[in-house]
């Protein structure tokens, strides 16, 4: 390998994102902000790098494992580069938009750099663009308005074959808590709901594992997974958490009866910061998840509930660019038809040397037309292909 192929080199799970994607995914992004702002959430742009004890506190600590860390040569400060964005909204919505008036409503886009990919999601970095509803709201019309949201962004980004599984992480935790299980039993029991472990749940569940089992079992279209976990009989906090569920997915099912909606109560995995109703978005055909949010706390117990897509995985799913009208302006012409061009929704090409053929230079730069004796001229489809 020579010394230019080794400079071209980038570590694991990062990578260059070139024409015409690169413009793809930023019109995208784009569109799915336009969307967020028509529901009235309000853009911020917090910065990529922040100090380590700010970064990673209250719900930061959870991403604590997945973010670069750094010393600051100014301040000799400790400082971390965001895994997630919504932290640091967190951190807005606790300090500098304090006063301003709840609910919350607050919408970014911006890259992330995590330590390490996973199977499905291999990219460390990548773009992430979503919202954050923040402050006091009736919680199951928040939890409805950010899932109802999210589909319907991705729907207008012109993604089909979507479905939404809704979970309440703590759910689990809450059954083994009302039923005293104790501590030394729950640790394993977790983890085989983790796993869908039907077998080792009955094994080692003991009281819990009727209940527990019946939870694992509601896993699937929500219009089967429903009627069986609202005939639970479950202790509190667990029942209040389950009954909100089923709240959530009546109201999504009201205003979008064309969703796919499907729930799994038990799955907690992603879901680390998360306390009440979570969800992740699904398309078909694509392996990973295009998104994922859901109800936490900010570090000064405010309640909120808001959603990230994932650019990478959602750009998988998104329809190809469409080609813009790119038009080739020869060497020499003035100024004024570039102009009138630009202003017509061209892409315009200058010739910055002269040359003998403008429809060869045309096809060669890549554009369908080319602008001669006053007039855009297209290319035929042989000159396009020996450009």
């Not at 015409?20 to 995208?28: G, K, Q, S």
């Not at 907690?268 to 055909?285: D, K, N, P, Q």
Request: aromatic share 4%.
């Amino acid at each position: 390998m020579n010394d230019r192929a080794k400079q071209a080199l980038l570590p694991a799970g990062l990578g260059d994102l070139l024409p015409p994607e690169a413009e793809h995914e930023e019109a995208v992004a784009r569109l799915l902000m336009d969307r967020f702002t028509s529901y009235g959430y309000d853009r911020v742009k917090p910065p990529l790098v922040e100090f380590e004890d700010g970064l990673l506190d209250g719900i930061g600590a959870s991403v604590a494992g997945e973010t670069f860390r750094l010393m600051d040569p100014v301040s000799q400060r400790m400082m971390g580069v965001r895994a997630d964005i919504t932290p640091q909204v967190a951190r807005l919505a606790a300090t500098r938009l304090t006063g301003a008036p709840r609910p919350l409503r607050i919408s970014y886009s911006g890259e992330v750099l995590r330590l390490k990919g996973s199977q499905l999601r291999p990219a460390r970095q990548f773009r992430a663009t979503g919202v954050e509803l923040i402050g006091a709201a009736k919680a199951a019309m928040g939890d409805a308005e950010v899932i109802l949201l999210a589909a319907e962004a991705v729907g207008v980004a012109g993604i089909s074959g979507l479905t939404v599984d809704i979970t309440a992480p703590a759910l689990a935790r809450a059954v083994c808590a009302g039923l005293a299980v104790p501590a030394a039993v729950q640790s394993p029991l977790l983890a085989a709901l983790d796993r869908k472990d039907a077998a080792a749940i009955d094994e080692i569940g003991g009281d819990a594992a009727a209940i527990l089992g019946r939870l694992l079992a509601a896993a699937g279209p929500a219009e089967i997974g429903v009627p069986a976990l609202a005939e639970l009989d479950l202790a509190e906090p667990a029942g209040a958490l389950a009954q909100r569920l089923v709240e959530v997915v009546e109201l999504v099912g009201q205003a979008a009866p064309t969703l796919s909606l499907t729930i799994d109560p038990v799955e907690r995995r992603g879901f680390e910061y998360h306390t009440g109703v979570s969800f992740t978005l699904f398309a078909l055909g694509v392996r990973a998840e295009l998104g994922s949010g859901g109800r936490y706390l900010t570090a000064n117990g405010e309640p909120a509930t808001g959603f990230t897509l994932f650019m990478d995985t959602l750009m998988q799913s998104v329809p190809g660019p469409s080609g813009r009208r790119r038009v080739f302006v020869p060497f020499a012409t003035p100024a004024g038809p570039g102009q009138a061009l630009r202003a017509d929704g061209w892409v315009t090409i200058n010739g910055l040397i002269p040359d003998d053929d403008p429809r060869f230079e045309a096809a060669r730069l890549g554009c369908s037309h080319v602008w001669l004796e006053g007039a855009v001229q297209a290319l035929d489809e042989d000159e396009v292909h020996d450009g």
